[in-house]
């Protein structure tokens, strides 16, 4: 499960822009900022929404995952009946195909120094407490790069400045400066909790 941002100037035209064959792109539903909900592409369905990345071991995300697209540029929140409307979806999809709520990532997570959304200004913290993604605690620090790896985030050593903002954009926005002893923490939990079922291959 991919969650994206559209980064248009309206729902109406991003959904368009999904269903028009020049584009190249798609995604399985997009939800605008009053809640409204249009699926564009069925579940059992592959859509091109996720592009080049990873997750753990998954390399070609497209054929592994749905794609969620709310209407957004970034910088403003999500609205609360969009949100709304994204917890009643996702709630079904994890029922449906017994998704477990740490497969719930961003688009972030997965197109490392290539993609942003959905940015700082989404609320993984809200999704987690309705066991619709997850939340870290803090521990006993250790390496972090080592522990992304295995918490799913791709291990390439020229893309730990993009990790390192993709992981603070999802679980501590607005942090800065180099990689502390709180950043750590979070993550050792997340990779001792939550490790990636499809390790890295390479």
């Known amino acids: 499960m991919v969650i994206h941002y559209t980064a248009m100037k309206s729902a109406e035209r991003a959904r368009d822009w999904l269903c028009d064959g020049a584009s190249g792109v798609s995604a399985h539903y997009v939800i605008s900022e009053t809640g409204c909900l249009w699926q ?9 929404h996720a592009g080049a990345g990873r997750w ?3 390399v070609d995300m497209n054929s592994r995952s749905i794609g969620i697209e709310l209407a957004n540029d970034g ?6 009946p969009q ?3 994204l917890e009643r979806l996702l709630s079904g ?3 449906r195909w ?16 290539r993609k942003i959304d959905p940015g700082p200004r989404f609320d993984w913290r809200r999704l987690a407490r309705r066991g619709l ?5 803090p521990r006993q620090p250790g390496d972090f790069f080592a522990d ?7 291990a390439d050593p020229d893309l730990r400045e993009a990790l390192l903002q993709a992981f603070r954009d999802r679980f501590r926005p607005g942090a800065a400066g180099p990689c502390g002893p709180a950043d750590a923490a979070l993550m050792a939990d997340l990779a001792a909790r939550w490790p990636a079922a499809d390790q890295p291959t390479s």
């Open 83 to 85: 949100m709304d409307a």
């Open 98 to 113: 017994r998704i477990a709520p740490e497969r719930v990532i961003g688009h972030s997570d997965m197109a490392l120094g």
């Open 133 to 137: 993604s997850i939340w870290p605690e």
């Open 56 to 58: 753990g071991g998954i």
């Open 75 to 80: 910088a403003e929140p999500f609205s609360e």
């Open 40 to 48: 564009l592409v069925d579940e059992e369905m592959r859509a091109w």
């Open 93 to 95: 999809i994890l029922e």
């Open 148 to 154: 992304a790896a295995r918490f799913g985030y791709a």
